[in-house]
DNA sequence: ATTTTTAAATCGGTTTTTACGATTGATTTA
DNA sequence: TAAATCAATCGTAAAAACCGATTTAAAAAT
């Protein structure tokens, strides 16, 4: 039993007459004939009534005709359905992302969410290496994060932009307007750092163990937020990316030095299928 | 888009390997290959995601899974349909059923098989969740067991009737002859217990966990009959629901307390055909 | 009553599709 | 590093779908 058949038993069904249901099909009068009566062979009753020329459909016919229909439409469904996800109408998207790169982020889904209101957004914040594990699992479709260090040959790396690691002050702070400060001089200052998860932080540390530097640090927190509200008490600074930053009210100034550029990227899996929705979204960061 | 290639796919989905889906389909595995590739570019987007040799579903494949299952269903229950009208006296029937309803079910194929003495019974005796995955396969045209919590859109409840749980003492037991017993007191006596895979135990342990009790259970065992036995002699008691005991040769004793009732429940797939023999064989439940 | 027309079934041959085995290429496991 | 595993691909063989022509038989027209 094929759905060929189906759709053939059907139209003969719709005209009784296998002429004309062969005309519209575009095939002959014999195949029709032929697959009529093959479909009859395989469950083993007759559809439609030969009584001479002129054929009616049987009680079976009648019967069958349901589940022919069914089948037929619920194929042509799936079809349809596939089309809608291409036309992005309907889908979901599973989107990891690191902290630092939370703005960026929900600028992005505002418009995607906008432009494609049915599609369903999973947003998943994590640090790098968990993130890069659930997009191996298939989990995610695609991370946003800063570039590290290796490359994986099962990874595609997008880059977006370069941001510059900043010390970040409160706008009352005395140093606040400077256009740069060094390391060095950072590490007099109290500070308040995101924890030792976040990429931006072991970056940091990478940084300052090359250079044999000793950060004064005060508070770890693992919460950005919270992080940016302390700093902007005036009592403690901190050090993120700059991207990381933007619109908050606070003061940033850029850290000296090369090597102090972090990539915005976008992760996905090197063969995988990439979605339609997720190479949209891309668009929007 | 054929019925073939949509079968195909769903064993393949089922199994996430060509070559071991192409075995149980009895065609090569380059076959497989191509008739997937085939329904691929058909509907415009990738069902599998080909990682390496590995293979995972892709979103739209998980999508259009459920359209090819039901298009396939319905093909195959037309064709049973037309079986079940042209002899109603042959065929076959597949039943799961939970070992503490074995006695209903024996009870009721004696009845339906001097009746309808050519009709080849099939009986699976499982946990609940094997046999309602068996069902959503397919493979079973109905499951007996006892009403869990969530239901399940697909699926059709039809309920028998309530059994309450009783304690299951030997004939001889001192406690034999009373009315009713409470939870607390069963804490105190030597207890066998149904292997923990069954529902009925489950049932009884998140009762037991609820009310903070610790019962004294020295043996476990995952047979019902050698559980019945060991209660013969005297020496330990058990819990199971007052259906599975009739006739036995035991004494049983209601448990008192509310959500003592389970409830006996006919289990069938809401949108499949349901076989002729089906309906006859609930009847004699 | 006979002829004509109409429509389904059947037959032989052609084309298309499906299937297979062998091989390749890539990945995972030992 | 070698062996095993698995999906993709290629060329060919088998199966099927399809077509046109013809046959058969009933209805319609004469």
Redesign the pocket.
């Known amino acids: 039993m ?1 759905l ?2 189906l759709r053939y038993f059907l139209k003969a069904k719709e005209l009784l ?4 249901a ?1 005309n519209q099909l ?6 029709l ?6 479909l009859e062979e395989e469950i083993n009753v007759p559809l ?1 009534n ?6 009616t459909l049987t009680e079976a016919g009648l019967l069958f005709s349901e589940f022919a229909f069914q089948s037929v439409s619920r194929a042509n469904d799936g079809l349809i359905m596939m089309k809608d996800l291409n036309n992005l109408n309907v889908g979901s998207l599973s989107i990891g992302v690191t902290y630092a790169l939370r703005n960026l982020l929900t600028r992005a889904l505002i418009l995607f969410s906008e432009k494609f209101p049915d599609i369903k957004v999973k947003i998943v914040f994590g640090t790098s290496t968990e993130l890069i594990d659930r997009l191996n699992s298939t989990e995610l479709d695609f991370v946003l994060t800063f570039r590290e260090q290796a490359d994986d040959v099962h990874l595609r790396y997008r880059s977006l932009f370069s941001s510059p690691m900043t010390l970040v002050v409160s706008k009352n702070s005395n140093i606040a307007g400077r256009s740069s400060i060094s390391l060095k001089e950072i590490m007099d200052l109290p500070l308040a750092f995101p924890d030792s998860g976040y990429s931006t932080i072991q970056f940091i540390n990478n940084l300052l163990k090359l250079k044999k530097l000793k950060p004064n640090v005060l508070v770890e927190i693992n919460d950005i937020s919270t992080l940016l509200e302390l700093v902007k008490t005036g009592v403690w600074n901190t050090i993120l990316t700059q991207v990381s930053v933007d619109d908050i009210g606070l003061s940033t100034i850029p850290i000296q030095g090369k090597n102090m550029l972090r990539e915005a990227t976008v992760i996905s899996l090197k ?1 995988a299928y990439q979605k339609k929705a997720a190479e949209a979204f891309q668009n929007y960061l």
């Open positions: 094929e060929r058949q007459n296998f002429t004309e062969a575009n095939i002959s009068q014999s195949t004939s032929q697959q009529i009566k093959q439609f030969r009584i001479g020329k002129r054929i063969d």
